[in-house]
C-alpha cells in the first residue's frame, strides 16, 4: 500500500483526480445526513474538502487550478439549465421585487465585509473571500481569483487568501442561514407543507390534466375540409394527433382533409374536449393509439437554439415532415400543443408520425438531453 501514500509524488494528476472524486462521494454522503429534517446538501462536499484538505497529502496545483475553472462553469452553466426554462416567466410575475431583494443581500454584503474587515485589521484580499463566503457566492470568488491572478504585486501565496477566507466562511454561512430559517419559522409560526400546498393551489388550480378522446366526424359541414379550418379548434385549445379514415390511420397534419365518419384522436381538457365533441359529432370508444399502422409516437426535447422562441405554429413539423405535435410538457406542466404556444429550451414535445418522419423532426428540434 505504499504505493497509495506515494502517488501524490509519483502520479500527482492521478492523484488529484483520486482526491477530488473522493471528496464528492464523502461530501454527498455527508450532505444525505440530517438531524431532525436538516441536512447539508451539496454543501457538504465543501467540509469533506475541508477536513481532506487539512489531514491530505497537497494536491497538484495546476490539475486544481483546472478543475476549479471547469467547476465553475459547469455550476453555472447547469444552474441556468435548470432554471432558464421558467426565468422570463418568474421574471414577469416577481422580477422586480425579487431582483431588489437580491441586490439590496448584496449591496449589504459589500458594505459589510469591508467595514467587519476594517474593524478586524483583516488583509484587503481576504475581505473578498469572506464576502463570497457569507454571501454563498461561489461565482464571485471565481470573479474574484481570476481578478487577482491579473495583479502583478499579488504573490500566489497571498492570492490563496481569498479562498482560505471563503472556507472559513462558508460553513459558518450555511449553519448561520439554517439557523435565521428556522427563527422565522418559529417566529411567524410557518407550516411549510402547509405553505407548499398552498403554493401549488395557486398556482396550479386552473390546470385541468389532458385526456384523449376519439371523435366520429358527423358534422356534414366539415366534409371535405382541412383541420385547420375546423371551427373551435384554437378556442377549445385542443390539439389532433390521428386521423383514420376508410383507408388507414395517419398522422394529423394542418393539410390533413376529413370526412364524414373519419375517427380523430383528440387531446385536450375535459371541457375542451367536450366542447369540441359538439363541433365533430360524436365520441368513440375506440382507441387509434392502439390501430395497426407505421404511426407511432415520440418524446423529443427542445435544445436547438433555432427553435427556442418560436411557436408550435411557427414550427410547422406538419408540413414539413408529416408529424403532429400532441404536446408539450414544461417542467411538471404538460400542455396541449396549440399554434400559438412559444417553446423554451428543455420543453419536451410528443409527436406523432412515421418513424422516418419522426427522426428528421426531432434532427430539427435538437433532442440533445
Not at 502517488?7 to 462521494?25: D, E, K, S, Y
Not at 500566489?156 to 419559522?185: M, N
Request: hydrophobic residues 50%; proline residues 4%.
Amino acid at each position: 500500500m505504499s504505493w497509495l501514500f506515494e502517488l501524490h509524488r509519483t502520479q500527482p494528476i492521478a492523484h488529484a483526480i483520486g482526491v477530488l472524486a473522493f471528496v464528492c462521494v464523502l461530501g454527498m454522503a455527508l450532505g444525505s445526513i440530517k438531524f431532525r429534517g436538516i441536512g447539508l446538501g451539496t454543501a457538504g462536499v465543501l467540509f469533506a474538502g475541508i477536513i481532506v484538505g487539512h489531514f491530505g497529502n497537497p494536491v497538484d496545483h495546476e490539475t486544481l487550478d483546472f478543475v476549479k475553472e471547469l467547476g465553475l462553469i459547469l455550476f453555472v452553466f447547469n444552474i441556468g439549465l435548470q432554471l432558464g426554462p421558467g426565468f422570463f416567466a418568474a421574471l414577469r410575475r416577481q422580477g422586480v421585487k425579487l431582483n431588489l431583494l437580491a441586490a439590496a443581500i448584496v449591496i449589504l454584503g459589500a458594505i459589510s465585509a469591508p467595514l467587519i474587515g476594517w474593524l478586524a485589521g483583516f488583509d484587503k484580499i481576504a475581505v473578498l473571500g469572506i464576502f463570497s463566503g457569507a454571501s454563498t457566492n461561489t461565482p464571485s470568488l471565481g470573479a474574484a481569483t481570476q481578478s487577482l491572478s491579473t495583479l502583478p504585486d499579488i504573490g500566489p501565496d497571498r492570492r490563496s487568501l481569498a479562498a482560505l477566507a471563503y472556507a472559513v466562511t462558508y460553513p459558518a454561512a450555511i449553519v448561520g442561514i439554517i439557523g435565521t430559517l428556522l427563527l422565522i419559522k418559529q417566529i411567524f409560526r410557518i407550516n411549510p407543507a402547509h405553505e407548499a400546498t398552498d403554493f401549488v393551489t395557486k398556482n396550479f388550480a386552473k390546470t385541468e390534466p389532458l385526456e384523449r378522446r376519439t371523435l366520429v366526424v358527423t358534422n356534414p359541414n366539415l366534409d371535405g375540409i382541412r383541420i385547420d379550418a375546423i371551427p373551435g379548434r384554437i378556442e377549445c385549445r385542443v390539439t389532433i394527433s390521428r386521423v383514420r379514415n376508410r383507408e388507414a390511420t395517419i398522422a394529423a397534419t394542418n393539410a390533413t382533409v376529413i370526412y364524414r365518419d373519419d375517427r380523430l384522436a383528440v387531446i385536450g381538457t375535459r371541457a375542451g374536449l367536450a366542447q369540441f365533441e359538439r363541433v365533430i359529432g360524436r365520441s368513440s370508444d375506440e382507441d387509434l393509439v392502439l390501430a395497426e399502422g407505421d404511426i407511432t409516437f415520440r418524446r423529443v426535447v427542445v435544445t436547438d437554439r433555432d427553435v427556442l422562441g418560436k411557436t408550435v405554429g411557427e414550427l410547422n413539423l406538419g408540413d414539413r415532415f408529416g408529424v403532429a405535435v400532441t404536446r408539450v410538457t414544461r417542467a411538471d406542466l404538460e400542455m396541449t400543443a396549440v399554434p400559438g404556444l412559444r417553446l423554451q429550451f428543455g420543453d419536451q414535445l410528443q409527436i406523432v408520425g412515421r418513424e422516418e418522419d419522426l427522426d428528421k423532426a426531432a434532427a430539427v428540434v435538437g433532442n440533445f438531453a
